[in-house]
């Protein structure tokens, strides 16, 4: 049986290295990007390789979509030459950028950053490559529980994400002629270096967190890993146009 592929952007550390890893314990064969740090990179796709699965790691900078196209033809000469194929599974739209900032110190060229990585990079990274995703694959995106509950200084970062989470769902729906899935996932405060690693590090912070969590601590990139992968399970596929937090129950 052909092992399906799933192409992750960010996935040489984070969250998106943690579901590369989850997918790969389930047999699926991984595409990665990274930003700059190819070591970092090679060192995932040696890990990934570890465990059974066929792993590739291209340079990517998600914010720079004028390169998208070249990305593409980069993508699809990696499948032909690496897995034997010319279409992807899935599709996992994980880099980002985290940015904690007062709503009225924020800066234009915060903003840009911001809307460059977060919103203009999957919107048009996914349509340069549906080409290359098969009918009935699925498309995951990566919003934030900062788009349902306020903290100051994360104005401008949720904006971004709530703009995703409805343009998840205009994707569901577009793309469902070719059944395909869309869905996004919102995790809460996760343990990582993410934003300076504030939450894994900053232990008034922590404890702030897990007092306001249902289920009484911060997250661990594994929930986050093994969410991402619990979407892309075959008995999942009814499922399409959601927003599904991981959170633990933040806020509730």
Known sequence: MTRKIALITGASRGLGRNAA?????RGIDIIGTYHSKADEAQSVVATLEQAGVRAAMLQ???SNSASFAAF??????????RFGTDKLD???NN???GLNVPFSETTEAQFDQLLNIQLKGPFFLTQHLLALLKDGGRIVNISTGLTRFALPGYAAYAAMKGAMEVLTRYQAKELGARGIRVNILAPGAIETDFGGGVVRDNQQVNDFIAGNTALGRVGLPDDIGAAIALLLEDGNGWITGQRLEVSGGMFL
């Open 95 to 97: 880099a980002g950028i």
């Open 60 to 62: 990517l900078d998600v």
């Open 21 to 25: 890893e989850h997918l790969a314990a």
């Open 90 to 92: 899935f599709l996992v």
């Open 72 to 81: 593409a033809g980069q993508l699809a000469d990696t499948l032909k030459q």
